[in-house]
């Protein structure tokens, strides 16, 4: 089946710092992905969707500044938290759909932690 | 627009005793509706889906579900609790026939108790 893979599964940055997370799709293209916040014991909470070769959508009250996404290839797609703060710290999951009527698939998470 | 209420943020039971997860949705448009489990820090596994065919719909490791329109409910359940069961399960729908992005319900953490 469909899988995406998601590095790195944990992180420690310092405050002030940039952390990328990557999602490869491995055995599909991935015309749209989208990227996923959770916070401990709640729910995921859509951050932003992204087409190949196009800027991503952010949902509302996501700062597109802070959470860049790029989505340059059918396979890859990054988040990269820049400046990171101590309420950045977060789980973070993307999900990959090769076409609008297929599934979705969803990589194991990068743990953030700031400190 | 589309949401998703699952009742019940805990749910406890015995092995081997029936399980039924709690889903209901609101969608202006035919939903297709999913169920996921999650496993602590992991990503999502997907339990099943209900995209328009079959209302009763069968998934992996004996859970299955039932889309009622009438209730606009999609309710999960398992005949016999195993203790690997035991996770956090996400009720999720995808509105405009599984073209946007999902969203998901606050979650059930299901305990199976030996």
């Known amino acids: 089946g469909a899988v995406v893979s998601q590095h790195p599964s944990r992180v420690i940055c310092k405050s002030g710092t940039s952390v990328k997370i990557e999602c490869r799709s491995l055995?599909?293209?991935?015309?749209?992905m989208f990227w996923y916040r959770q916070f401990p014991k709640q729910s995921l909470m859509l951050m932003a969707t992204?087409?190949?070769?196009?800027?991503?959508?952010?949902e509302q009250g996501v700062e597109k500044d802070k959470f860049l996404i790029n989505h340059a290839s059918l396979t890859l797609s990054t988040l990269t938290v820049t400046s990171a703060h101590p309420e950045d710290s977060s789980f973070y999951i993307c999900?990959?759909?090769?076409?609008?009527?297929?599934?979705?698939?969803f990589g194991s998470g990068t743990r953030l932690t700031v400190v | 627009a589309q949401s998703v209420t699952q009742l019940g943020s805990h749910v406890s039971v015995s092995e081997g005793a029936l399980v039924l997860l709690r889903c209901n949705y609101s969608?202006?448009?035919?939903?297709?509706l999913f169920w996921y489990v999650q496993y602590p820090n992991q990503g999502l596994q997907l339990l099943l889906k209900?995209?328009?065919?079959?209302?009763l719909v069968k998934g992996i490791n004996g859970f299955e579900a039932e889309f009622k329109k009438s209730e606009t409910s999609f309710h999960l359940t398992k005949p016999s609790a195993h203790m690997s069961d035991a996770a956090e399960y996400f009720c999720?729908?995808?509105?405009?026939?599984?073209?946007?992005?999902?969203?998901f319900g606050s979650g059930t953490r299901l305990q199976v108790q030996p």
């Open positions: 999720a729908v995808s509105g405009d026939t599984g073209r946007r992005a999902l969203t």
């Open positions: 209900y995209t328009s065919a079959a209302t």
């Open positions: 992204s087409n190949e070769g196009s800027k991503a959508t952010y």
């Open positions: 055995d599909f293209q991935a015309t749209t």
């Open positions: 969608s202006s448009v035919p939903p297709y």
């Open positions: 999900s990959a759909r090769e076409g609008a009527l297929t599934g979705y698939t």
